[in-house]
């Protein structure tokens, strides 16, 4: 387990997959792709959602903001 779960609440309640080659199965098997970063400065595993269709919240990280656009609801 990675030393940060270890350390959280997390533990236990999530698994790190690794690399893998099947990537769009996965997105779109996901309720939700959230992605919380401070530093990333193009979050691709967010536009892997997008093209999923997967809805998520991003941080003002980078160019997170503008890979998502406008897109909050009204």
Not at 33 to 55: E, L
């Amino acid at each position: 387990m990675h030393a940060m779960f270890k350390v959280s609440d997390v533990d236990g309640n999530a698994h790190l997959l690794g690399k893998r080659p099947d990537t769009p199965p996965i997105n779109a098997a996901l309720d939700n792709a959230s992605f919380a970063s401070y530093v990333d400065t193009f979050p691709n595993v967010r536009g892997d959602a997008m093209a999923s269709g997967i809805p998520g919240v991003v941080t003002n990280a980078g160019d997170s903001t503008s890979l998502v656009g406008d897109t909050t609801a009204a």
